[in-house]
C-alpha cells in the first residue's frame, strides 16, 4: 500500500480505497504466533563498609537468553555479562 503523509487522516477515518480500522482488520486474524522467549538473570553483589560513612559496593549479573525461534531480527540466544561497582559516602 502506497500513501502519503497528507492522506493519512483519510486513511485512519477508513476514507479513500484503504480500510484501516484496527478493530476490522484485528477480526481477520485466525492464529497468533507461537514464538517464545525466555530469559534467565542471575546476580550475586554485596556491600563493604570501611568506615561508618564510607562504603563499596560491587554485583555482577550474567543472563541467558532463550528463544525457541528465530524472531524477526533474527536468533536472539545468546548469554550476556555485566557488573557494577562503585563507592559511597552517607551524610
Same mark, same amino acid.
Given at each position: 500500500?502506497d500513501? @502519503?503523509?497528507? =492522506?493519512? @487522516?483519510?486513511l485512519i477515518? !477508513? %476514507?479513500g @480505497? +484503504?480500510?484501516? @480500522?484496527?478493530? =476490522?482488520?484485528?477480526?481477520?486474524?485466525? *492464529?497468533y504466533?507461537d514464538l517464545?522467549? =525466555?530469559?534467565y538473570q542471575?546476580?550475586v553483589?554485596g556491600?563493604?563498609?570501611?568506615? *561508618?560513612t564510607? +562504603?563499596?559496593?560491587?554485583?555482577?549479573?550474567?543472563? #541467558?537468553? $532463550?528463544?525457541? *525461534? =528465530?524472531?524477526?531480527? %533474527?536468533?536472539e $540466544? %545468546?548469554?550476556?555479562?555485566? !557488573?557494577?561497582?562503585? #563507592? %559511597?559516602w552517607?551524610?
Amino acid at each position: 500500500m502506497d500513501w @502519503d503523509f497528507a =492522506e493519512r @487522516d483519510s486513511l485512519i477515518m !477508513g %476514507g479513500g @480505497d +484503504y480500510n484501516y @480500522d484496527t478493530w =476490522e482488520l484485528n477480526n481477520l486474524m485466525d *492464529e497468533y504466533s507461537d514464538l517464545s522467549y =525466555e530469559q534467565y538473570q542471575m546476580t550475586v553483589g554485596g556491600t563493604y563498609n570501611f568506615t *561508618e560513612t564510607f +562504603y563499596g559496593n560491587a554485583s555482577f549479573t550474567y543472563d #541467558i537468553f $532463550d528463544a525457541k *525461534e =528465530e524472531f524477526v531480527s %533474527g536468533d536472539e $540466544d %545468546g548469554t550476556a555479562y555485566y !557488573g557494577y561497582a562503585g #563507592i %559511597g559516602w552517607r551524610f
